[in-house]
Every structure is written in C-alpha cells, then in structure tokens.
C-alpha cells in the first residue's frame, strides 16, 4: 500500500513569494491533516479536512495561508506571501476517517522543507 | 486548550540499554487518546504506540511500552533492549476522543541509541 505522498521535499524561496505544496493521501483515507514543524518543536496543526469539507482551521494564518481539497482526495496547501517565521516543515498526513476518526492513527508523509530567506 | 509537555530534550543511552522517555499533558477531557509517534532522520513520522484514557491496562507493542497514570496526567514510554534504529525524535501527543481528531504533539525528545 503505498504510503502519504508529498511533494516538493525541499523549498527555498525568498520571503514575500508564494509557494505551493501538494499531497496525496493514502487511498481511501477520508481525513487529511497539514502540520507544521518549526525545527525544534513538535506539529502544529494548520487544516484539517474530511473529505472536501473542513473540519478545522483553527490556526491557519489565513490571511497568508489556504488549502483545497476540491475533490476531496490530494490537497494543496498555499502560502502568499511568504515570511521568514513560515519557515518549516510542512506535514501531512491522512487517517480512514471512519466512525468518526475517534483515535485513529494518523499516517504522515515525508514532509516539505520550506525554508524562507 | 490541551498542552502536551516532554521535559527530556535529549537523551542518550547505550544499545540493549532500556530508556523511558517521559511526557506529561494538561486537560479538561475524560476520554481522550495518548500517542508516541517516531520520526528517524531524515524519515516520516510513524506510530510506536496508543493508549485509550478509558482503558487502565497500560498499551505494550514488542519492547516498547507505556506507563499511563491518569491522575497524573503522565504517559511514559519505556524501551526495551534498545537498538540502533530507535534512534529517532520521539514525540508523545495528545487527541480528544469528541470533536474534530487533530494530534497536540509535545516539543519531542531527541533519543540517540549508542553502539
């Protein structure tokens, strides 16, 4: 079964651009979570969808932060226009989603490495 | 708000040694699930093991363990006979059992299995 897909791994921009990462969740999984990880801390959860719908986005910086999952399978996650504190690793991961995700184990991709000059 | 507290910024034990990493959390909840989760180098997070509040038999998987005290609000991993591919950052993290099921990771702890 093949696992989170993430991509780009790496990413250098200059602050004030935008930038674009992409994933695709196991098959099947209805739930998909974007994390980020500033180094030295642990995830922080930035969105969290269930299927096409959004469950949370309670810490999305919106104002400089988007996701979409359209058809309710991969994800794009935005950052328009970048600053030097975006700079991080941007996690996903994906869960079945069935009865109601109550414990379920998240499955994480490799991750994007942002780093913002 | 749940807060998800890991003391231990570091630790480093020789292999076959048995380590316990500790992790303490904050919350209002009843019902709720612990996790420890692994992320080697370089490499994806992955599960170690899960606990559910409402269960007191502690959750064991092969030589890793956990010692939950729920008064507390204590999760401690403990592994056994440790190998050099436990090498990794080890992060404890907290999910309600209601509502929408995003992970509260502690800050992590950075284990290094000696030879």
């Known amino acids: 079964e093949a696992g989170v897909a993430q991509s780009p791994r790496y990413k250098i921009i200059e602050k004030r651009q935008s930038v674009a990462f992409w994933c695709n969740p196991i098959s099947g999984h209805a739930t998909l979570y974007w994390y980020q990880q500033i180094l030295g801390q642990g995830p922080k959860l930035l969105i969290q969808?269930?299927?096409?719908?959004?469950?949370?986005d309670s810490q999305l910086p919106k104002d400089r932060f988007s996701a979409e999952r359209l058809k309710g399978v991969d994800s794009t996650l935005k950052i328009q226009p970048a600053k030097l504190e975006d700079s991080a690793v941007y996690l996903c991961?994906?869960?079945?989603?069935?009865?109601?995700?109550?414990?379920?184990?998240?499955?994480f991709g490799p991750g994007t490495r942002l780093l913002v000059l | 708000a749940q807060t998800v507290t890991q003391s231990q910024p570091e630790m480093s034990v020789q292999e076959a040694e048995t380590v316990t990493l500790s992790c303490t959390y904050d919350?209002?909840?009843?019902?709720?699930?612990l996790f420890w989760y692994k992320q080697p180098p370089s490499r994806q997070m992955i599960l170690v093991i899960r606990q559910e509040a409402y269960k007191q038999q502690n959750a064991t998987e092969n030589r890793f363990s956990v010692n939950f005290q729920k008064a507390a609000k204590s999760f401690s991993l403990k592994i056994s006979d440790s190998q050099l591919g436990d090498t990794a950052m080890y992060f404890c993290a907290f999910m309600k059992r209601q509502g929408a099921q995003k992970l509260v990771f502690g800050q992590g702890t950075r284990l290094t299995i000696n030879p």
């Open positions: 991961a994906s869960s079945p989603g069935t009865s109601g995700g109550a414990g379920e184990t998240q499955y």
């Open positions: 919350t209002s909840e009843n019902n709720y699930y």
């Open positions: 969808f269930q299927n096409n719908g959004v469950v949370d």
